[in-house]
């Protein structure tokens, strides 16, 4: 009986460990929070805000994760934002943060809102921008973070 229990409780530990790709998005995160400490590290850094709208299932928000970690976006991220991440759910979590800064996620994620070190909206993807980042690609990612981060100069 001991050995039937050891070995079942081998076999659900290996199957939790093989759940899948490490969560991106803290899905239990207090986003608004979140945000808030994410200002206050901008403000004394003089840098502005990526808020990153995505979830754990997209595979586009895993792209733009993984290009803002490695490839040509990660310098630029790096040096020119603080990023906070929020989890969207099944477009059903963090919903109202998103209308706040005009970013409609109906039109796709991963979805950004770029803000001041002070809070003030200075762009948000309304197009579903980054809907695509997976066809867009290391280079297009890139593209697109140097183009809007022009806009903070």
């Not at 066809?135 to 140097?146: L, S």
Request: include cysteine.
């Amino acid at each position: 009986m001991r050995f039937l229990t050891a070995s079942l409780l081998a076999c659900a530990s290996l199957a939790a460990s093989a759940g899948g790709p490490p969560p991106i998005y803290d899905e239990g995160a207090d986003a608004k929070a979140a945000i808030r400490a994410t200002l206050a590290e901008a403000e004394k850094a003089r840098l502005p805000v990526l808020v990153v709208f995505g979830a754990n299932w997209c595979g586009d928000c895993r792209m733009l994760d993984a290009t803002f970690k490695h490839g040509p976006s990660a310098p630029l991220i790096a040096k020119s934002f603080k990023v906070v991440k929020v989890d969207v759910g099944r477009f059903d979590r963090n919903v109202d943060i998103a209308e706040s800064y005009r970013v409609p996620l109906k039109k796709g994620i991963p979805a950004v809102a770029m803000l001041s070190p002070e809070g003030r909206l200075l762009y948000a993807t309304e197009g579903g921008e980054l809907a695509d980042a997976r066809k867009m690609g290391d280079q297009g990612v890139y593209d697109f973070f140097t183009r809007i981060s022009a806009t903070t100069k």
